[in-house]
């Protein structure tokens, strides 16, 4: 059973911790927040005072018994049902080369170029522009044996590489670990992929082991892992760099052709930027 209730703007952290502890984990916050834009992209603040709705799905548990475990009042719950997911929900997405991305309802048989992908998860669709021209970027251009994907999510281009041949470490700040696990294992690569909860600007990072990285976040955070290397030996050969506005694709190329990379593949969709650089020399 889904219930719902209202909650303070800003507090998802420290629901996500009551919740854990008495071991749900089913469950999102649609926060009540405004987007704005600037110099790296977009980037958005808690609404102030606003109000944000949790969604908790329980079994076996009643209202009344779920809200003594939270600490609020029974009443403050209300009973949820989540949208009927239909098949027109997604429509399965042709990449190059033969390559698709596919939702469900999967069928038995799975195709060595599908890339399966259950929407409901809490961290990515696979439908922003920023995922599909990465996803086109590792399909025809990406050839390699380890890479790493910062910034993973749902772990969908993480899958790609794998399905390439590569063994991956998959980086994210979130508790993303589930739910890419379940993706790996839905896609038959589950032992070609690791996954890693850690910031990997501020925290230690083996930027050694790869010769691909994949990095679907932005400028910024592009732009301070890259410059946080100590030489430009022991950075990736290629790096794909998603995410990227309008007005941040220059300050992202000055900054890679300073550690001696150019770009050799580019792709915009609408205002968003995906650029392949590659090690020159």
């Known amino acids: 059973m889904w219930y719902s209730l209202e909650v303070p703007s800003g507090d998802n952290e420290a629901w996500s911790l009551r919740l854990y502890e008495h071991d749900i984990y089913t469950f999102y916050v649609d926060e009540a927040i405004q987007t704005m834009k600037d110099e790296d992209g977009y980037t958005y603040e808690f609404s102030s005072g606003g109000k944000s709705r949790l969604y908790v799905y329980v079994e076996n548990t009643s209202k009344e018994e779920l809200s003594r475990m939270l600490g609020v009042h029974a009443f403050d719950f209300h009973e949820w049902e989540p949208p009927e997911w239909t098949e027109s929900s997604y429509g399965n997405v042709r990449l190059a080369n033969g390559w698709e991305l596919v939702y469900p309802p999967f069928q038995e048989k799975q195709g060595e170029r599908q890339l399966r992908l259950d929407p409901q ?7 922003h522009e920023t995922t599909r021209d990465a996803l086109e970027c ?11 994907d910062i910034g993973t999510g749902s772990g969908v281009l993480s899958i790609a590489l794998a399905k390439k041949g590569m063994q991956v470490d998959a980086y994210d700040m979130e508790p993303v670990t589930r739910e890419v696990e ?10 070609r992929i690791k996954v890693y909860e850690q910031n990997v600007v501020d925290s230690g990072f083996p930027y050694e082991a ?16 890259l410059e946080r290397a100590g030489s430009i030996e022991v950075l990736p050969q290629q790096i794909v760099v998603s995410g990227l506005v309008d007005w941040s694709v220059e300050r992202v190329k000055e900054a890679f052709w300073n550690k001696n990379y150019e770009d050799v593949w580019y792709k915009q969709t609408n205002e968003w930027h995906t650029i392949l650089f590659q090690r020159r020399g």
Not at 121 to 127: N, V, Y
Not at 138 to 148: D, H, S
């Open 121 to 127: 998860g809490a961290f990515g669709t696979g439908i």
């Open 138 to 148: 590792i399909v025809t251009r990406m050839e390699g044996k380890r890479a790493a």
């Open 182 to 191: 379940q993706h790996a294992v839905l896609n038959r690569v589950e032992n």
């Open 210 to 225: 790869y010769d691909i990285a994949i990095i679907n976040i932005g400028a910024d955070i592009a732009v301070r892992w």
